[in-house]
């Protein structure tokens, strides 16, 4: 396991690489309305890359096919666009998107809710972005990587969902995907210790049902198997001596 610790300079250039993905996620967020279909949100990222002058990170990552990845409803992540998926009024949709610029990797997500959604939707994506927000709070200097899953799991099961454990966060920088893996699930006071420079992609991925997870014929569309809701969030996030440092938010 090579952990990559980053200097003040190149969590610069993760913070600029972070904000392209964040005004990117804007403008998704913005298009996301009953009648639009999935592939046009992938359009909007695709020239938002070029506006900004970034290169996707997804597209033909291990073959994906796009610069986004769009999961309504059952589909936990790795949702592919598609011409004829057209969102209506009560889905949810993660949208989870990356790029890189000079040399740096972004990686952000949100779900978000089309139109007025039941109840029961809405507490679900409500409660994994707060989870997030409280396993970026434990993102200090001293702290363990297990505290940071913990932080997760605990606000969610005791909200009786569970916690997707066949994908995880991971380190991010010159790559995409860097030691170490960070599980949204975990021991508190385990793991490695938190050190200054480290930078982490963490992304709580829930469902609202049970947390088994299968993979669809196409090799990337993850749904969960008894086909309850599933919300996704993720942050890039760099620990510094001052505290976690949110680098993806806008
Ligand atoms: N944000 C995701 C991740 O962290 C999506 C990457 S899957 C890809 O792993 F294939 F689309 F790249
Ligand atoms: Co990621």
């Given at each position: 396991?090579?952990?990559?610790?980053?200097?003040?300079?190149?969590?610069?250039?993760?913070?600029?690489?972070?904000?392209?993905?964040?005004?990117?996620?804007?403008?998704?967020?913005?298009?996301?309305?009953?009648g639009v279909s999935t592939l046009e949100l992938n359009e909007i990222a695709d020239r938002g890359i070029k506006k900004h002058?970034?290169?996707?990170?997804?597209?033909?990552?291990?073959?994906?096919?796009?610069?986004?990845?769009?999961?309504?409803?059952?589909?936990?992540?790795?949702?592919?666009?598609?011409?004829?998926?057209?969102?209506?009024?009560?889905?949810?949709?993660?949208?989870?998107?990356?790029?890189?610029?000079?040399?740096?990797?972004?990686?952000?997500?949100?779900?978000?809710?089309?139109?007025?959604?039941?109840?029961?939707?809405?507490?679900?994506?409500?409660?994994?972005?707060?989870?997030?927000?409280?396993?970026?709070?434990?993102?200090?200097?001293g702290n363990r990587l297990q505290d940071i899953g913990w932080a997760v799991q605990s606000y969610v099961e005791e909200r009786?969902?569970?916690?997707?454990?066949?994908?995880?966060?991971?380190?991010?920088?010159?790559?995409?995907?860097?030691?170490?893996?960070?599980?949204?699930?975990?021991?508190?006071?385990?793991?490695?210790?938190?050190?200054?420079?480290?930078?982490?992609?963490?992304?709580?991925?829930?469902?609202?049902?049970?947390?088994?997870?299968?993979?669809?014929?196409?090799?990337?569309?993850?749904?969960?198997?008894?086909?309850?809701?599933?919300?996704?969030?993720?942050?890039?996030?760099?620990?510094?001596?001052?505290?976690?440092?949110?680098?993806?938010?806008?």
């Amino acid at each position: 396991m090579k952990i990559y610790l980053k200097t003040p300079e190149e969590i610069g250039k993760l913070r600029a690489v972070n904000r392209i993905v964040a005004a990117i996620l804007d403008e998704i967020e913005a298009a996301v309305k009953p009648g639009v279909s999935t592939l046009e949100l992938n359009e909007i990222a695709d020239r938002g890359i070029k506006k900004h002058g970034a290169s996707s990170a997804f597209l033909n990552y291990h073959g994906y096919p796009a610069v986004l990845c769009t999961s309504v409803n059952e589909v936990v992540v790795h949702g592919i666009p598609r011409s004829d998926v057209i969102l209506k009024e009560g889905d949810i949709i993660g949208i989870d998107f990356g790029c890189f610029k000079e040399g740096f990797c972004g990686d952000s997500a949100r779900t978000l809710c089309v139109g007025k959604v039941s109840r029961e939707a809405r507490a679900l994506v409500d409660a994994t972005r707060e989870s997030l927000a409280r396993a970026i709070d434990h993102c200090v200097v001293g702290n363990r990587l297990q505290d940071i899953g913990w932080a997760v799991q605990s606000y969610v099961e005791e909200r009786g969902y569970s916690v997707v454990r066949s994908f995880v966060g991971h380190g991010i920088g010159r790559a995409m995907h860097e030691d170490p893996a960070v599980p949204n699930y975990g021991t508190p006071g385990r793991g490695l210790r938190l050190k200054p420079g480290l930078v982490l992609a963490i992304e709580p991925m829930v469902n609202a049902g049970l947390s088994d997870v299968e993979v669809k014929d196409d090799k990337w569309t993850a749904v969960t198997k008894d086909g309850s809701l599933s919300a996704h969030f993720e942050h890039s996030v760099a620990i510094t001596e001052d505290g976690p440092l949110i680098l993806s938010q806008s």
